[in-house]
């Protein structure tokens, strides 16, 4: 079975553009959630999808926006880039909602440079 | 949100020693897992562990959710094993599938 699958891999972008991050939970996994790591750090929680719903956000300015398909797969859309917004965005899938008791498993992420 | 608190920051091992990871967390959990970063970024499932001892080949975990911590045993490290270990628990008051990292123990094993 495939695993967590996201696009692309690597990313350049300007200060000030638009991105677009793709990813695709485990089949049969309902729930997708966001995750941004700078250089150094622990993966840090953006947003949480469940069902096409969005379940949460972390801390994050309204530059960074996510949406959830029919088919579970989730894009995560940040605007205005700011260099500080260079760092490894991680999508993770699992079975249900609230992720109690259930093992999140996570895509080999997306490295996003903004010169 | 609960703190996860991970030591030591750096460990640095000969291939074949063993070493012990801690992860402390500030609140009750519902959800304690262990990750294995790879030089790529890729984020390895080690263990789904919020209580209790689990053992998969040379790696076993330990948490005791009443003292607040878990523990990642490797033994008989191998080059293979380098990378950052994190750990990340989900706030057993919360409804969402939030996990919270540590900031991860830098594991490099020396051939």
């Known amino acids: 079975d495939a695993g967590v699958t996201q696009s692309p891999t690597h990313l350049i972008k300007t200060r000030g553009q638009q991105v677009t991050l793709r990813c695709s939970p485990i089949?049969?996994?309902?729930?997708v959630s966001w995750y941004q790591q700078v250089l150094g750090q622990g993966p840090q929680f953006i947003f949480q999808?469940?069902?096409?719903?969005?379940?949460g956000r972390g801390n994050f300015p309204d530059r960074f926006s996510a949406r959830q398909f029919p088919n579970y797969s989730s894009e995560l859309n940040v605007n205005a880039l700011l260099l500080g917004d260079s760092a490894l965005y991680l999508c993770a899938s699992s079975l249900g909602s609230s992720g109690r008791r259930e093992t999140q498993y996570f895509g080999p992420g997306t490295r996003l440079l903004v010169l | 949100g609960i703190q996860v608190e991970q030591s030591p920051p750096d460990l640095i091992l000969q291939e074949g020693a063993n070493s012990t990871l801690r992860c402390n967390f500030s609140d009750s959990v519902n959800n304690l897992q262990w990750f294995h970063q790879n030089p790529w970024g890729q984020l390895i499932n080690l263990f789904y562990i919020p209580s209790g001892t689990k053992q998969n080949g040379r790696l076993s975990a330990t948490t005791v959710a009443t003292e607040r911590y878990s523990l990642l045993y490797i033994s008989s490290s191998q080059t293979t094993d380098s990378g950052v270990y994190f750990c990340a628990a989900l706030d057993r008051g919360s409804t969402l599938g939030r996990l919270y990292f540590g900031r991860g123990t830098q594991l490099t094993v020396w051939p």
């Open positions: 089949s049969g996994h309902k729930s």
């Open positions: 999808y469940y069902e096409k719903e969005e379940r």
